[in-house]
Structures are given as C-alpha cells and as structure tokens.
C-alpha cells in the first residue's frame, strides 16, 4: 500500500495573498516625505547624527490617541527590501541596521507632535535628532549613533496598539553623513604648503621682530633715564646724606701770606676795641 501523497491546498495559499493584499490595501500612504532640518543651524548633519523636521500635522485625521508613530531608517539601497512588521514582535532594532540593512527608533504619539507653528509655543525649533542616543537610553529600540556616512533614507510608519500598520509617509531622499579626514590623511610638511602662506608667515615673523626690537628700545631708554640723569640736580643725594654745593675762591699764594690776621675772603674783620 504506497503512501498517500499530500495535495496541495491552493486555497489557502489564496488566502494568505488575499490577507495581504487586505493589508495592503488598508495601509495608506500619506503624501509626505520627511527631509533634515532646513533651517540654518549648526550640526543638524554630523559624522553620526542627522535633524529631521517632525511630521506635524502630518498624521492628523489618521492616527488615534492610542497609536504610535515610528521611524523607519534604512540604508538607501535596502530602503526598497523593507517590509513593514505585522505585530510588535516584529519591529526590528537597531542591531539590524547591519545585518539587514534597516531598524526602527524613536516611537511618538500623536500627542507629542501637536499641529502647530513650525517654531513651536516654546520658541525652539522642533527636530528629531537620529543617531543622538549615545547611551541607548531607549532600550529596546535605541536610536544609536549611525555606523557610517550611509547615505540613508527615513519614512514615518503609523502602527496600533497590537502593532499592525495604519498609514505611512514616503522615503526620504538618500541622507549622507558629514566625515572628516583621517589623522594620517592630514599634511603637515611646510614644504608643500602654497606661496602665499610662506609669504604671510614670513611677514608676521619679521612684525614681531619688530615689535620685540622697538619694546627692547623704549625700555632701555626709560631704564637708562632713571638710573643716570643727563644733568647733576642742584642736591646731590648720596644714600640719605643731602648737602649744598659751594663754589671756592682761588687766592693766590703770594696774596694769601701777605694779607693781616682776619682779613682773608669771606672772614667778617675782627671788631676793634674802643677805649
């Protein structure tokens, strides 16, 4: 007796492709596409983060209070591979970006993107930083630093609560990270720097030999004017004696013995005696 042989069942690999082109079909897909930040600030593109604008008023009329919005990010040319998950187990992390090419991050509520000005009531600008969470401080999806320049693209994707997708936006266009050049890239041999800066280097060199010799001068001159003065005061002050200078007169000899007692220069004459 051989043993029988199982038939295929084409129905229900018809109802498999008939449940999902039903969720499919029920997956709208919202006319937006999510793009960094365009206004003018600094580091809104590094080595491993970028600044998207949030999607404001972007899913209002197709989200509930109780459903989240996720971000999907992706290397651009796995972007097209991505196949939205059907329940909460199915979200990838951010470990898979690596191995498949792809990760979610960053869940939100409908609550947190209020539909508003673009500047917000608070007056900041209001972004989704990805690659910001150094930490992994959102376990189990952390939104970590991005491995390499990419390029990237990023959709929104709204899900339930039981994980099934709603609605999703449109991919970005590719995003590519800022990098820096290697240390041993970097030249720093004078030799192959251009002319003009051997020429600027060369006359700030001489402005401060200059400067140097001009500041030597003027200190020696203000040294010198304190410590030996052109002309001799009137007083001669040596250590704390002061005394006058006296002009002598030149008597000749010959005058000098021949002139009576207390008639010599500068004596007042003896007084006579009166009888």
């Not at 007796?1 to 229900?12: A, E, K, N």
């Not at 793009?35 to 809104?44: F, I, S, T, Y």
């Not at 972007?58 to 939205?84: E, K």
Request: charged share 15%; glycine share 8%; with cysteine.
């Amino acid at each position: 007796m051989g043993l029988l042989q199982r038939q295929p069942r084409p129905w229900l690999l018809l109802l498999l492709v008939l449940s999902w082109l039903q969720s499919s079909l029920s997956l709208e897909l919202i006319p937006y596409k999510p793009q960094v930040a365009a206004w003018d600030l600094e580091g809104k593109v590094t080595a491993t983060t970028f600044s998207l604008e949030q999607p404001r008023c972007v899913f209002d009329g197709h989200a509930s209070t109780v459903d989240t919005i996720w971000l999907v990010v992706a290397f651009s040319h796995a972007s097209r591979d991505f196949q939205n998950p059907q329940t909460l187990a199915e979200i990838p992390d951010s470990s898979r970006l690596l191995t498949h090419g792809h990760y979610m991050t960053l869940p939100l509520s409908l609550d947190q993107l209020p539909c508003e000005d673009s500047v917000g009531v608070r007056g900041g600008v209001p972004l989704l930083r990805v690659g910001n969470d150094f930490g992994c401080r959102q376990q189990p999806y952390c939104n970590v630093p991005l491995p390499g320049p990419g390029p990237y693209s990023v959709k929104f994707l709204l899900m339930d609560a039981s994980g099934s997708p709603k609605a999703e936006t449109e991919w970005s266009n590719p995003i590519t990270l800022h990098q820096g050049k290697a240390p041993s890239s970097i030249d720093t041999w004078p030799g192959r720097r251009s002319g003009c800066m051997i020429v600027i280097a060369s006359i700030l060199s001489a402005l401060t030999g200059l400067l140097l010799l001009a500041f030597l001068a003027a200190s020696t001159m203000r040294f010198s004017s304190l410590w030996w003065p052109e002309e001799a005061p009137e007083q001669l002050r040596i250590g704390s004696f002061m005394g006058k200078r006296y002009m002598t007169h030149h008597i000749p000899p010959s005058e000098a013995a021949t002139l009576p007692v207390g008639c010599e220069p500068g004596l007042d004459p003896l007084p006579s005696l009166g009888l």
